[in-house]
């Protein structure tokens, strides 16, 4: 049988880790997360929001007349690391491209804190979004990397449920979505890089671990029965992301409740592929279509 090839213009790709992270390594992850922050945080605008969390937040050098669009856009991490700082060169991109004001919340991570910590967090920060007066409440596109598309989703799912104000679009950018892939047959290794099964197996673990009984769709949003309501969503994976079928069953779903607004599939591209090699022609223009999505949405 012929192995999976990684797309040509991943040339990184034989040299990256099959996981970024081991259970074990966790702390040291975490500690090199913070001097990730603390280094970022001279030179940025970070904002406290209820519950004792923070938001970063990323504007464009020439602020446009009136009421700016906004993206809310989670940082991934697996559930259980991570940090805003991380995503701030792609913030900023966002933020000048569109005139928009980027939110990057903090939240908090399992085991120490499982579900549903990290999206309590994530609906104070909304919460403290949909309050400020400089923002279009109906220009708010909410998306996220990895962990932070899943819990984008999560998110999403939460507000409809509640009946409260939604984003205009999601953007999911190789979203985790669903625990069954503890289950499942691990993988060739050799076609993972960045996120593998044994982490990925401990990470929902750790999130899941305040739960008994059935898993709700706000902890695992694969677990949505009915999309309905929800607002438009993009999905974008590549074919050898570990979390590549579960994105596209998703997308059924979406599909079946009638807000599909896209799913993109990168033939050849690993977990992590837009950040790890993002002057690749593959991830630029993978970018643009993503980018593309918040174009329609901010009109």
Known sequence: MTRPRFHPDLTSARWLPRSV??????????????????????KAEVAPVPGGREVWLVRPDAPRPGSMPVLFWVHGGGLIFGHPAQELAFCRIVAERFGALVVAPAYRFAPEHPYPAALDDLRAAWGWVQDRDDVDPARI?????????????????SLCDAGAALPCRLILHEPMLDPATRHRPDPDPATLRLWGARINRFAWESYLAGLSGEIPATAAPARLADARGLPPTWIGVGTMDLFHDECLAFADKLRAGGVLSGIDVVAGAHHGFMAAA??????????????????????
Do not use: C, E, N
């Open 141 to 157: 596109v909410v998306g996220g990397d990895s962990a932070g598309g899943g819990l984008a989703a999560a998110l999403a799912i």
């Open 278 to 299: 993002p002057k690749a022609a593959v991830s630029r223009k993978y970018r643009d279509r993503m980018f593309a999505q918040m174009a329609a949405a901010w009109g």
């Open 21 to 42: 992270i081991t259970p074990r390594l966790l702390p040291l992850g975490r500690a090199a997360m913070r001097l990730v922050g603390l280094l970022a945080r001279r």
